[in-house]
Nanobody
Framework: HVQLVESGGGSVQAGESLRLSCAAS????????MGWVRQAPGKEREGVAA????????YYGDSVKGRFTISRDGAQRTIHLQMNRLEPEDTAIYYC???????????????????????WGQGTQVTVS
C-alpha cells in the first residue's frame, strides 16, 4: 500500500519562504519518480516540479523556475520543495505525486503528467498574502 505524506504547508506573506516535504512508503522494489502538483481555487491541477529517480534530473513549471527548488534525500523516498519569494499566485493546495515509471516526471509541467501520476498525497495548503 503506497502512501505519500506531505508536511510543511502554511500561511506566509509575499516574499517569504516555505519548505514542503513528502515521504513515500510502501514502495519497495523501485525508486519512484516524485513531484509536486498544485491546485488553486477554481483552477485545474498544475505540475510544479518533479525529480527523476536515478539521474536526479529536475523539472519545473515556468511560473516557479528560479524560485522553487525540488530535492530528495539519499534514500530517494523523501522529497522537499523549497519555495522562495512566494507570491499570492502561489496560493494553492500542494500535492505530492509519484509514479513507478520515470515518464510522468520528465513531462512536468505538461498537463499529461498530472493525469499519469499514479500515487497522490492528501495535499497541504499554502497561502500567500
Amino acid at each position: 500500500h503506497v502512501q505519500l505524506v506531505e508536511s510543511g504547508g502554511g500561511s506566509v506573506q509575499a516574499g517569504e519562504s516555505l519548505r514542503l516535504s513528502c515521504a513515500a512508503s510502501g514502495i519497495t522494489y523501485r525508486n519512484p519518480c516524485m513531484g509536486w502538483v498544485r491546485q488553486a481555487p477554481g483552477k485545474e491541477r498544475e505540475g510544479v516540479a518533479a525529480i527523476s529517480p536515478g539521474s536526479g534530473r529536475r523539472y519545473y513549471g515556468d511560473s516557479v523556475k528560479g524560485r522553487f527548488t525540488i530535492s530528495r534525500d539519499g534514500a530517494q523516498r523523501t522529497i522537499h520543495l523549497q519555495m522562495n519569494r512566494l507570491e499570492p499566485e502561489d496560493t494553492a493546495i500542494y500535492y505530492c505525486a509519484a509514479d513507478l515509471a520515470e515518464y510522468p516526471c520528465t513531462i512536468v509541467p505538461d498537463s499529461d503528467a498530472v493525469r499519469l501520476f499514479a500515487y497522490w498525497g492528501q495535499g497541504t495548503q499554502v497561502t500567500v498574502s
